[in-house]
């Protein structure tokens, strides 16, 4: 764990321990497990979010994402009777094509990402809301899918599922990023894109590959979203939520230049966010202030992080040449 | 520039005079000797966390004056360079600019006492044309509360800057279009244009093809006439020995000696800068064996740059082939087709026979082609990682079980690298932006010794680099040839092309003008064929 990570995890805690004493509720067993199921769901989706900053990009489709797969998942299961596995294969399927697509048109006809995206963000929001006719997707009174159910919405030992699959999801993309060529690769091309080419590495698929590891994990938060809310109104599910996973990927260290950034921090930057918004709601304070209360702490932590890394050389740098100072003072 | 735009037109006599030199140095330059110093330096001490930069320099430049400023690479030059522009303060010493004594200059304190400098790397805004660069946050204005800018009078200021400076292009062509040195002659406009006195030319022609850099000694000697000083820095000896009233050298942060106009010679100099003699002049390396069959066989490739001027070419295996021309022959651009980032809009390119396909630099890898490219620092490798990083991105999955990255394994091959080229860092966990350019450049030449080439490209590969790392490149070239793996050397540098090559081939817009066997090697044969001209045969060792 790097000094970085370890300064948010202080953060974390000492919010943590401010809010138990202003409300002890924050520790009872039924808040611990909502907000973790929460950081679940939000952190699936911001790990693919990191593998695309990583490379210098940026993935704004997601939350229209959530909003358009979540809808044909229960559509699928609900509505036109799918085996659930087969339409779990499907949507995740369906993400990959997509984040293929976006790859695709980032690498190869060198469209920027962000131009890509906002327009998937457009897109996918409009197709989800046609498809439903603007209605609300959802399950029919008394239809039951208890493996399914337990898996996403289930709790082991009183731990949620969706947590578990959380943990397995970041121990493998931990691997990933940081021990595997590819994840070598990754952090080459978002340092130097044009210098990997010159090293001989295929950038294009590697990029590419991001995308579509950004659009699995997306079709599989989108799943756990569903299952989660049980009922989709497509015209607001999902809404910011590539934001929310931004900020988190952000608050972790995350440079949006590309080429920074750790697994572990994305995860303690989405356990912050969602950190924040159980404090919104514990300590009372308006819900309406609840995107203020975040925009405020991201911008307050990534300066406070800059100006200490600033600091940080400052005092290197003098007490270097005090050294140096004493040395020829001593000559 | 002469040669550079359209059709070239020089005749064989204009040739000669560009070779045999044009500086006139009269007698005024030893009368001058006595007029008070424009800047002097007492006793200049700066030091950096565990460096000293410099240690009680001093030096004077007087008016109208040419200091030719030498030294190798970490010498001290830069930390000159920034205390003269008030970037950073002297820890102790007096700077006496125009008369008045200080203890350090601040950056208005410089550019208000006319100092100005033309850098390596240019500070200009090529989407801008050359008035407004000129110009620039000085704009003459109309009368009115728009503040809009007045084209027609800021068009008459900047005509009279470029005509002193000899340029040969208009005040609203944009910078993009315009060549290296002509985008320094917009530099030393800008000079003009703020009345400056000392002109510090920072390495203006390391990246000079032969041609301009004559016209830009002409712009100093044309300042020097002005009453204008000149500090000139540069790698490049013989530059400084045609221009230079003084040699100032520095070593270690500390002057070396100084060299006055009679007494500057390209061995005293590389006497004083490295303190000993180095016979640079002569070959540096010869191959110990006859080149073998041939590698690479270029067949009729025409490059983006110029569509419908086909290339063809033979790189032999055991030699050290070098590509010569001006900037903007085509040399780069076949490199880049060769090492497959661009793609050649026709003909083929065989290795060994057989056709490789050039689709991506991935494909050259695979086919043991490998770049060492121009711009080491953006493309050559990847400054914020390790050196065993940077080492092992290109067979990175040789060191890697079930795609997991092997520490270990990396490690070992980076350390032999680093022995094996003596690469100057505490470890190969260093991060290689901290390195110096001759480190840079063997890290580079590293990651591909690491993997066997078959043909291996350098591009300018001591651009940059001080004298002593020059020569284990040199030798590291050679030693490749001599295992048998074709080398294409490009270089715009004579002395290092005639010094290195077992044979030159000299590019002329786009297409190889002639190739020079080792008879015929002469800085004026590759000139000529440079601009296009038949070479002169052999006269038994003529130049």
Redesign the interface.
Known sequence: MSKKDLGLLVLILVVGAIVTVINPRFLSAINLANTSNLVALFGILSIGQAFVIITGGIELSVGSLVALLGTLFIDFIAVRELDWPLAFVVIIALGAVIGLAHGWLITRLKMQPFVVTLCGLLIYRGVARFYTADGTAGFAFGQNFPTLEFLTAGRSWGVPNSFIALIVIAAVMW?VLH????G??L??IG??E?????????TGRVVMAAYVICGVLTALSAIYFAMYTRSISPASHGQFYELYAIAAAVLGGFSLRG?EGSLVGVILGTVLLQELQNLVNLLGIPSSLNFAVMGGVILIGVLVDQQWGVFRARR??V???R???AG?AAE | MLFIDGPVAAGQSEVHRLLSGVMNHTDATIAQATIAPFLSLEGVRK??????ALDGFSMEVRPGEVVGLVGENGAGKSTLMKILGGVTRPDTGTITVDGVALQGLTVEQSIGSGIAFVHQELNLFDNLDVAANVFFGREPLRAGPLRLVDRARLRAMVAPLLKRVGANFSADAPVASLSLAQQQMVEIAKALSIKARLVILDEPTSSLPIAETEKLLDVIAGLKADGISVIFISHRLHEIERVADRVVVLRDGMLAGTLPRQAITHDQMVKLMIGRMLKERERVSDSAHAPGGVAVSVKAVQTTAYPGRPVDLDIRHGEILGLAGLVGSGRTELARVL?G?DRALGGSVQLDGREVPLA???D???SGIF?A?EDRK????????SIA??IT??N??AH?RR???SASAEAATAEKQKRKLAIKAPSVATRTGTLSGGNQQKVVLA?WLAMNPKVMILDEPTRGIDIGAKAEIYGLMRGLADAGVAVLMISSDMEEVIGVSDRIAVMHEGQVSGILGKDDFSQENVLLLAVGKRPRPALGGSQ
């Open positions: 691997v021990r595997s060529v590819f070598r690769y952090y080459a340092k130097n044009e210098a990997a080419k010159y090293s001989g590495i295929r080429g290197l740098m007490e270097a040449s050294k140096s100072m020829a | 030091t950096y966390p565990g460096v000293v090492f980032i991506s630099a991935a050259a890898v695979a770049l490219p953006l493309t050559g490798i990847l400054l914020d990682l990083e940077n991105l290109p990175l999955p890697a795609s997991l990255v990651k």
